[in-house]
């Protein structure tokens, strides 16, 4: 405080401040607190985020098939999935405010991260459990011998997929490893590649001693249809 203010503040007394009529601006500075609170509200939900998504790790699991180490797979994700849906609706809140004009920008970058995390996240499983499913038809079975052309597609995916899981487990952050450029379509054409596999094209019929077993590759909501 300079030697000016000073002198000033020693020269205003209590009858000088009556005179201002402060009583007359009591909403104004409501209103400008409020306004405030409000705005600090939201800078400092934005720093909750960052610090939420800062050491959000996946949980990764040994896979085995049998006794055969098949890498890693994602373990339960159902509490990530809630604190993800819980974020997303304290960052559509701040979006909606209208004191968010000052954090407009860090808002909206936030909106397009969970719903990136969201839809990886969503493939990311569907793409685990179809591999799953798969392996249990082809690894280790004779049926490769009798479909050696979809034998050949699970092959490419599942070297993509222990790729994929191999390094999630040395870098565990979901944001980082939900948000790397290009893996969203890196999901979606394995994700295609993966259903044309269990496509109904995929019709395979075979004779046994016993008898005829009848295998239909067919997607029927996810399922392989056996009839004997």
């Known amino acids: 405080m300079g030697e000016d203010e000073i002198e000033i503040l020693k020269g205003f007394t209590l009858e000088n401040m009556?005179?201002?009529?402060?009583?007359?601006?009591?909403?104004?500075?409501?209103?400008?607190?409020m306004n405030a609170v409000k705005e600090l509200a939201i800078e400092r939900g934005l720093k909750d985020l960052a610090e939420v998504w800062k050491t959000m790790e996946f949980t990764v699991v040994k896979h085995y098939k049998g006794t055969e180490d098949r890498g890693f797979i994602l373990g339960p994700i159902d509490e990530l999935n809630q604190i993800l849906e819980?974020?997303?609706?304290?960052?559509?809140?701040?979006?909606?405010?209208?004191?968010?004009?000052?954090?407009?920008?860090?808002?909206?970058?936030?909106?397009?991260?969970?719903?990136?995390?969201?839809?990886?996240?969503?493939?990311?499983m569907q793409l685990q459990k179809r591999w799953l499913y798969l392996e249990g038809i082809f690894v280790g079975g004779d049926i490769r011998f009798q479909l050696p052309d979809e034998a050949k597609k699970f092959d490419e995916i599942d070297k993509s997929f222990k790729k994929l899981m191999t390094d999630t487990s040395k870098r565990l952050n979901v944001l980082d490893c939900c948000t790397i450029k290009g893996k969203l379509t890196s999901f979606s054409n394995d994700?295609?590649?993966?259903?044309?596999?269990q496509s109904s094209d995929c019709d395979f019929e075979t004779n046994s001693r016993n008898g005829e077993m009848c295998v239909s590759f067919c997607w029927n909501n996810g399922r392989m249809k056996l009839a004997e």
């Open 191 to 197: 994700f295609t590649i993966n259903r044309s596999v």
């Open 18 to 33: 009556f005179a201002m009529e402060l009583g007359k601006y009591q909403e104004i500075a409501r209103e400008i607190v």
């Open 86 to 124: 819980d974020n997303m609706m304290n960052v559509n809140g701040m979006a909606a405010s209208q004191f968010i004009g000052p954090f407009l920008s860090a808002v909206q970058k936030w909106e397009v991260t969970m719903h990136t995390i969201s839809e990886v996240l969503e493939l990311w």
